[in-house]
Structures are given as structure tokens and as C-alpha cells.
């Protein structure tokens, strides 16, 4: 048996593994870590518990600020910026690998494999004619070159590669988080909504053909933009919904916005991005209102919630509970506003389900790697479209 072979088989017969699951969303505030510990592998299924999923720490690291200003800077990029961004990038995370695992009171040498999604700088977004492509920079064998530990990145392309949005790809994810715990009877019908840059959802189902998901439309990369914006660079985001509730809903701007966004009433599965939903969405819609201000974040604070709302109208069956997750649930003025709207459904914090919110999302991608290393399959064709079912996720050996 070859060395790679003998790791690798000494990784999976191991009764539990520890996985450090990374990503930095779209507003690159920071990179989220979560070190889990994981036992057995693939879904729950009748007298099968599939894995199983124990957060030991989660910790947030933010960028280095020349390596954010260039993220944030994205519209300049040249091929050189890309090359030199999956370095910078890597070794961001890198860095925060180190923080997050002697937080949970580890050396790197008991991790056994890191899930990193890296940061998102490209997706095809539906964009009408573009190629269906995706890229995310923070590259994995750089990456494990810092860490030494054996790094499973770049999920999303081979999805793309069969056909499919490349986007969700967290819905896998959440049927193994969000399963019911033993002597929990489920409480019925359930979708887990993750605001994060772009708004997703994951119809959950015992039955994973049956499990679907799409993105909704974008959560906080509008009020993000525009917080900087408003604030000259001093705010990475509109903080406790504070702007958005100190200015008035523009009614009739909310419904020209709704009205004209193509994107919105395109049947699943579909994806989308900042491409769309970026820095020319809020400037349009700064002119339309004449100012960019605290009226503008109420207007685009209703409209974001408006097009979540929408899509669960449009597309999603009735469901008793939506479990929400990711930044987007720590503004009270967004998340108050979904509360609303979804109801009667009751909207619930994913710590109330066993995931902390803040943590989902690199959890998912410490599920996302940990499946890969079996060789299983964690794309839902019925979620994203694609011909078949893949192993997503690309292998790059440990450093030293």
C-alpha cells in the first residue's frame, strides 16, 4: 500500500475524526472556522445514524487589511491579483486554522483533514450567456503546505463540471446537521435559511432525493455595500440593523425593484451572486432614490427581505419551522422583518436546532470534506440541477 493509501486508510478507520470546516463569505469580514469532531459517515437512514456532528470550537479570524482591501477591491483584478490572491488568501486561512485550533485546546497534529471553501471571488450567478464557471482563491495546496494538515478544497466546480449551478451545495450538509436527535420526534416540514452574502434554502427531507434548495436572491451583500458606502469604509456592515431603522421604507422603489428583477421568478434550481446583486444594484438603486442614505438601507432592507419571502411563496411547499443562519440573523431589522413575513411558519435561530448560526456554514464544509475522504457523493442533482451526483471537493496532500 502506498503512503497516500496508508493515510488515508488510517484516517477513515479512525472511530471519530477532527475536521476544521473554513469559509469567508462575500463581505469578507472574516474567516469563519469550525472545529468539529465527526463520527461514522453518510446520512441518517433507518438504523443507520449516518454521521455525526460535535462542534468542539468556532472562531472567527478576521483578513489581514491589505489582503480585505484587495478581496473588496475585486472590480480591479488582473491575472496577477488571482495567482497572488490564492496565496494571500491561503495563508489567511492558515492563520486563523492556528487560532481556531488552539482555541478548541488542540495542536494541528490532531487534525486529521480541513474542508476550506476559500473565498468566493466569481460565480456564474445566472447571468444570461455567461459560461458556467466558479472560482474561489485561497489555494489548498498552499494551504496545507502552512498547516500540514491533508486539506480537501474547491467544492463547488465539479458540480458545475456535471451540469449543475454549483450553488447551494451546503443542502447535503444540512440534512446531516439538522437531523433529528434521538427520542426528538421531528416537528414536521422544515427549511433552513442561511443568510449569508447571497439569502439560500434547504428544504429538508428524510428522503435525500426530496431535499432541495436555491438561492433566494442576496441577504447581506446589498446592506453590506451600502454600509460602507454610507459610512466611508468605517462600517463592515449595517450593525444591529441600526440604519435601517432609523430610515423609511421607500414603497413603491421596494416594488419597482421586485418588478424588475428577472432573477427572482426563474424556477429552481438557480444560483446566484454579487455579480448580480453587487455594487451596480445598490448605486441603480441609490439614483432611483436620489440619495444614499438611511432610507436606502430601509428600502433595500425590506426589499432583500421581500425577495426571501417571494421565493418561499413561489416555491417552497408549507413548512411548520424555518431555521435561520448566518450573519443575517444578528440584524434585527432583516431577520424581524422574515419573522413577519414567513409566518405562519415559525422562524427559529439554529441554535435552537443544535448549530450555532454563526457556525453552520463552516460546519457544513467540515461535513462537506469529511464525506469526501469516504469517497461519497455530497451533491443533490435535486438541488442543483446536475447530471448526477459527484464527490465534491479536490484533495491536496499534507505539507512536510
Keep these: 500500500m502506498s503512503a497516500v493509501a496508508e493515510m488515508l486508510a488510517a484516517r477513515t478507520g479512525k472511530p471519530s475524526r477532527v475536521v476544521v470546516g473554513m469559509i469567508s463569505g462575500t463581505s469578507a469580514d472574516s474567516i469563519d472556522a469550525a472545529v468539529c469532531r465527526i463520527e461514522g459517515y453518510g446520512l441518517p437512514a433507518a438504523g443507520r445514524p449516518g454521521a455525526r456532528v460535535e462542534l468542539l470550537h468556532y472562531a472567527e479570524a478576521p483578513y489581514p487589511a491589505e ?4 478581496i473588496l477591491d475585486l472590480k480591479r483584478w488582473g491575472v496577477r491579483d488571482v495567482a497572488e490572491m490564492g496565496v494571500l488568501v491561503a495563508e489567511a486561512f492558515a492563520a486563523a486554522f492556528d487560532v481556531a485550533v488552539a482555541g478548541a485546546g488542540l495542536t494541528p497534529g ?20 455567461a459560461i458556467g464557471a466558479t472560482l474561489q482563491v485561497g489555494d489548498g495546496d498552499v494551504l496545507a503546505e502552512r498547516t500540514g494538515a491533508l486539506v480537501i478544497a474547491d467544492f463547488r466546480m465539479r458540480d458545475v463540471a456535471a451540469g449543475g449551478e454549483g450553488a447551494p451545495i451546503s443542502p447535503f450538509a444540512d440534512i446531516i446537521l439538522y437531523a433529528p436527535r434521538e427520542a426528538e420526534a421531528a416537528p414536521g416540514r422544515r427549511a433552513v435559511l442561511n443568510l449569508g452574502g447571497i439569502a439560500n434554502v434547504t428544504v429538508l427531507d428524510p428522503d435525500p432525493s426530496r431535499v432541495f434548495g436555491f438561492d433566494t436572491g442576496p441577504a447581506n451583500t446589498l446592506l453590506d455595500r451600502l454600509a460602507r458606502r454610507i459610512s466611508g469604509g468605517a462600517l463592515a456592515c449595517d450593525r444591529d440593523g441600526a440604519l435601517a431603522r432609523a430610515g423609511t421604507v ?37 439614483v432611483l432614490l436620489g440619495r444614499f442614505d438611511a432610507d436606502l438601507m430601509a428600502t433595500l432592507t425590506e426589499y432583500t427581505a421581500r425577495t426571501v419571502a417571494d421565493a418561499f411563496a413561489r416555491f417552497v411547499p408549507p413548512v ?27 422562524l427559529l435561530l439554529g ?50
Design 320 to 346: 411548520v419551522e424555518v431555521i435561520g443562519a448566518g450573519g443575517g440573523v444578528k440584524n434585527p431589522a432583516l431577520f424581524g422583518r422574515l419573522a413577519e413575513l414567513l409566518a405562519p411558519a415559525r
Design 351 to 400: 441554535d435552537d436546532r443544535g448549530v450555532p448560526g454563526d457556525a453552520r456554514e463552516a460546519m457544513a464544509f467540515a461535513v462537506l470534506a469529511h464525506e469526501a475522504l469516504f469517497g461519497l457523493p455530497t451533491s443533490l442533482p435535486s438541488v442543483t440541477g446536475a447530471r448526477r451526483p459527484a464527490v465534491l471537493g479536490k484533495f491536496c496532500l499534507p505539507g512536510g
Design 110 to 129: 490532531d487534525v486529521d483533514l480541513i474542508g476550506s471553501h476559500g473565498q468566493t471571488v466569481y460565480h456564474h450567478s445566472s447571468v444570461p450567456g
Design 67 to 70: 489582503t480585505r482591501a484587495r
Design 250 to 286: 421607500d414603497g413603491a422603489l421596494v416594488d419597482r425593484l421586485l418588478a424588475e428583477d428577472a432573477y427572482l421568478a426563474r424556477r429552481p434550481p438557480k444560483s446566484t451572486g454579487f455579480e448580480m446583486y453587487g455594487d451596480d444594484f445598490v448605486e441603480r438603486a441609490g
